[in-house]
């Protein structure tokens, strides 16, 4: 359970609005810029080293799709250079490095500016990982900026590079729609795999409740309290982009957007319904821990109340009076046995009927 | 309680929209197109071969009711070539085949596409199975997609083939009006069939509550759960579907889509109805175990607390002191039972008092 | 609790809509229609024989407000007969005939379709009684249909009769307000009725909780969960009555209609309320269970600490071993008294500090 | 805890609507007339008999404000003489004298109606006391009717007298904020005197819990409950009266409604706060009986471990058999007791490792 | 703990709106007022003596930003003063003096008054501290007033000092949105304080929960629910400023105010995650004490319920009895060894299956 609850306040409180520092951890050791260029005839797809960010400034112009993609947000002045060129207001670049954003779509003069929390599962450390993605949409161009390197857009840039693909033939909106498409349709894979995990426990819990399995239960509440914060609100914006009369978002995509925005119900509603479930599994835990623990005390209410009276009978003929007269007398001893038997039979019967036993 | 909780993701993360990929298990071997086209004088009733699915797509043009009803979702091509002849969008088509959507209406610009999910008890394995329907409502024919043979649709057929019925004079929108009444009473039998088993188990509970009572209350619990993603969205659809002044809906049918709505209301309030009374029957089952529990420790209390002194009593006079008088007293022993009588009956004095006997 | 949770289903799945199939169960023996028709100055009041009802049809034309009542839903033709000559829809005869509808207001052409459901507590049985009731308001005209023989309209019976009231000078639509208020009111009386059980309830959780005391909240929680479902849905019809601008209703009876919605929204907060101090009720109910749990655990604890280290003492004494010299001597009786006199003092003076005694 | 879960109906079920029947207890020995008659010169305030009831009817047409307060409902005719010369609907009068009304605010063709709660604590008692205080705004008058003497008006009655206030200068419908600001001001009274006893049951939770204080807790919640019964509906009278766009309300006594709405709505947080802060103390106090019921257990528990195998090893030495060997030896003593304090000893060791001790 | 759950009432109940009485306590021995008044080119920067207060009068007419800030409310008649200059209304007043307002903005003529809570972070005393500060925006002017000394405000001094800044070439209206930013990023600080120590208790849940730690999740609920109180109506607040329609706020002010009312957002997100997470840790803690007391009563009944039985069978041949052939035996010791073993084996191979061991 890695994950912070609270952001990292952005700056000192009162610093001017705009001011950029990054603060979130640096999650990668050399930032990198990936431009690819492309419209229904061509393609091209470059590097840029960090030092020669301004070579994106003038595909701002081109007509053809510009997607620049920066990885890695601790080098300030490539956002610098490029909120400069492209004309974003200060607070879009403090929020792009802000990395503990509200997922949000905010308009501007010529380009809107998305938010969103993109999530992977690192299948080696079994941890759900998760890094602000900003998107700004202009009217020919997409400028992506993540946290660090790897991202969930391999598909898209294969069906770019793979010409006849619908995206060649459309905009940068559409651009924006794949990556967004991409983002959500991850969140369906980490969905899956805690799903998987809370049927496991689910047996776990039939089966074998441990105290082990009631912390399993606490993490899961608890990540699904943090993979909530960062969904639900992406429902609204996709919402908003759906309804948004935007000169920037053609027509042909808004069915699109209505279907992402779909996907992200979906999610939402997955969200929920496994939220109600590990609720439920608390329940049952707690039921099944007092379930046992009325066993346990049936046992020894069981045990002590046949064997404790028939100590004390016991006791008493181990006493040393002089005068008793049943330790003289000859059938005293199977006597003795014959009210044992009784008593404890007594005893047994009486708990039968109880369906103790 | 077979039924997973994720759905399996439609496709590989950022693949291109509109890829048609089966997403859910095959249900049925072999796929069938079966056609009714019917006015108000004339009905034919034809199977398709699979191979031949392009014999559907005149029928987009005749001035008849036609409804080509498909079952099984494997045959790619068929949903493909449909797709083509009656200019489905990709997106709708991608719907179709990846069988864990959220139920939903959807306007394009000649016909209406709806999602369901359609329920029906499996008497033989005691469990609910439930299937996608997808309908495509166009002007003059109405398209359903199932994923495997067997509906809740024999009723509508039969008042179809029977002639003289209001269907048969009315056109494709009353069909599809037909067809989701027949889904959303195929919910309220499946209700009625969890009811009745909440009912036995309430008894359970009030006569003989075991952890298999327990267990049972939290699969209806979780079938709730899982139900009500499925029913609560229909609500949404279907009021959108009477509100629709969409020219594929005659004014005639506003009233039994009204109708419609209506029974879903109802069916969502029964399952928030039966949400209550589950967790209700979880309370008073956690309630009667701490009953039970306190019961056990009683019986324990009052048997240690009666005899341990008894015992303490009788351990006293076990002991070998050479010089303890009353050891060589004559009526020592009959004293001591005197005694032993006493504390014993003050103890149970002292519990009644308590109301613990 | 004799209720069931989920209404039977009005008939089979795929059936026409308008298929006339009375669903409830037949509760009185004999259908009867009685008909009232008054204006300010003259008032009729007949029985009319169920071979005969088509004799209510002319009172659709006549210009006096004519109230057509009909207890019992199991002679179909009788349904029929009437929805024929008003010119009632299908669906309206359909819905008239499926005893468990949710409480709603339908506008149709020329007249209001109602329905809610009617209490009463049948103080013989203790129990709470409801059927259904139907309303058809039209422009001359109320036509109302029950279950059974038996309502709670015998108050407005007598303004009608007894002249010089309001009622007599008003139309229809007042007639249908002074009856909906009297089902309004009857909920007062059953929620009084409640009240006063809960009341109860609450001095036995006080002075000696049983578990008889839970079966009892479990009951109220379940009884107010089925009120609910019948009552919530009231306030909409209401609200939605009042502010109906249809030619039905004048303008003068709006005020009344707002009274009227006044105390429906009265019912459904006490409802609310009486849902809350129920709940707080089962809170408590656990919280003493827990308590008196508390009390038996002290007592044992507080005998066996006592007395099982005491015994042990004399179990020590009462050992044979040859060489034990305290056996000898003279005052090891004594000191042993004074020993467990001063261990028992220790552990009495323990559980003082602990509060436990 | 004095207060009725339900009010008793207004009427007979089906009675006529404005059926005048006082239905609260009667609360006062004798009703009293107090007449304030106002204007920014002059002022005069006197009491009329009962008799002579009719007197206030000519303050209808007066310039000056007048304030007619009427202190005791039971006498019918009071209401009905001042409803007939002041023109108040019928089910103006019924709702003045049902005293269980929800508060509200309707609007008639020359007056509002405003029927609100009133509550004062009578220290003497140590409970809350609550009477319905209604009022008519109308274009030169207030009337109130309360339902037994004793108010909170008293601070608006010697701003009235004191002359040069604003009071004297502003119309009727700056005394009916007045008063209305004087109602919500005793409710903060009102919060304070329970918020202060919550504050006390939290220490007594921390310091030492009983059952006593959980009746506490049960009896502050219901109390929440019926309070918060009376307040909501406060929020929405005040701000319909707020946006109203009544020629009775002035437009320089809207900021003085907003303003008194403004503390309405402090007033529901303040309900709420406390409602979650009692709900906190519920849990804590379920909590630390649980705590106990653990260290109950744990004493229980290491003094039946220790002492009962002890106990076991001097039951052995105690029998009787003739073959012992240990019996004769020398050193058994001393080698028993050895056993004895290392056996005693690895079980506070053992205790002590699981801090149990 | 040591913040009140009520706020003291503002006045007598009924007294005249705009009374000024200070009714918080006197929180700073001596108020202070301090001016900045500033424009592009010129700063000036004067602390200026209570008694003199009337020279901030003039400031209202210059067309520099003048910023007017006064700490400490118990000088009623610099409030006085201000509001007679400025032209205040006397509800304006009277809130500012009652310092538990509710956050809220409320549009006046010329001036918007704005109130809400800022938080600080004692770290000496470990508590967080609040104080009200109500905000005068005027056209040329901002006037705020607080509590006592210190406040989150230095950095914007330094920004106006420092010249060259966005915030010396904008109005003051851009100085409130400065304002509000700062107590906005101040709740960021105190909710990671508290996100930091919750973070802590985790660990003490999962490693070494006691009643201590209880406590701990009691107090951060309780702290939860009252900054709850004080965050969310800063929600509306905000929003509705940003959608302000008002002359006092210039449209390149706007895009400013939305990115605080992201943030205030962003704050009441977390509340809500916290709120969740502490009610989680109480399930977790609550479920620990169930699991523990489950464990001491295994152990309880593993040693009662191995040892009891052997106690008797010792006990029976300590039995005096004349006629007990075993005790005659010579291998009746060893055998009865034997015995005892088999027994206490037999129960250890029960408890393993039973997996108590
Ligand atoms: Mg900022
Ligand atoms: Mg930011
Ligand atoms: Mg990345
Ligand atoms: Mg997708
Ligand atoms: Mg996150
Ligand atoms: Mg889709
Ligand atoms: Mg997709
Ligand atoms: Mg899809
Ligand atoms: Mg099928
Ligand atoms: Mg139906
Ligand atoms: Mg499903
Ligand atoms: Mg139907
Ligand atoms: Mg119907
Ligand atoms: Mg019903
Ligand atoms: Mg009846
Ligand atoms: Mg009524
Ligand atoms: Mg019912
Ligand atoms: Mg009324
Ligand atoms: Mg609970
Ligand atoms: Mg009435
Ligand atoms: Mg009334
Ligand atoms: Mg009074
Ligand atoms: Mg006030
Ligand atoms: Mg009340
Ligand atoms: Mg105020
Ligand atoms: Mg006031
Ligand atoms: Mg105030
Ligand atoms: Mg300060
Ligand atoms: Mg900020
Ligand atoms: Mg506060
Ligand atoms: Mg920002």
């Not at 009217?139 to 060649?168: A, C, L, M, N």
């Not at 509603?269 to 066993?295: A, F």
């Not at 346990?296 to 006791?315: E, S």
């Amino acid at each position: 359970m890695p994950r912070k609850l609270i952001r990292k306040p952005a700056k000192k409180i009162g610093a001017s609005p705009g001011t950029l520092v990054h603060t979130g951890a640096k999650k990668t050791e050399q930032a990198r810029i990936r431009v690819i260029d492309y419209s229904a005839e061509k393609l091209s797809e470059v590097e840029i080293p960090i030092a020669e960010v301004g070579k994106c400034c003038p595909l701002r112009q081109t007509d053809s799709v510009s997607w620049v993609n920066v990885d890695g947000l601790h080098e300030v002045n490539v956002i610098e250079t490029l909120g400069g060129c492209y004309g974003l207001h200060p607070l879009v670049m403090e929020d792009i490095l802000s990395t503990e954003q509200r997922p949000k779509v905010e308009a501007y003069e010529d380009y809107l500016f998305i938010v969103m929390r993109m999530l992977h599962f690192d299948a080696d450390k079994n941890e759900i990982k998760s890094e602000q993605v900003s998107l700004i949409l202009g009217p020919t161009y997409v400028i992506s900026f993540q946290e660090r390197e790897g991202d969930v857009f391999d598909g898209v840039r294969e069906r770019i590079r793979s010409g006849r693909k619908r995206i060649r033939a459309s905009g940068p909106d559409y651009l924006a729609y794949a990556l967004l498409d991409a983002v959500v349709d991850s969140y369906f894979h980490i969905l899956e795999k805690i799903g998987d995990q809370v049927e496991l426990l689910e047996n776990e819990l039939v089966t074998d409740p441990t105290p082990a399995t009631l912390q399993k239960i606490h993490e899961f509440k608890r990540e699904m309290i943090l993979l909530r914060k960062s969904i639900w609100p992406l429902r609204e914006v996709l919402s908003s982009l759906h309804r948004e009369e935007s000169a920037l978002i053609r027509e042909a995509t808004g069915v699109f957007l209505r279907d992402v925005y779909d996907h992200t119900i979906q999610v939402v509603d997955t969200v929920e319904t496994l939220r109600d479930i590990i609720g439920g599994q608390l329940d049952l835990y707690l039921s099944s821990i007092s379930n046992r623990m009325n066993e346990v005390m049936k046992v020894l209410t069981i045990m002590a109340t046949i064997f404790i009276p028939l100590t004390f009978v016991a006791g008493i003929y181990g006493m040393n009076f002089e005068f008793m007269p049943e330790l003289k007398w000859k059938w005293s001893y199977p006597v003795f046995w014959l009210v044992i038997c009784l008593m404890g039979g007594a005893m047994v019967v009486f708990f039968k009927k109880k369906k103790w036993l």
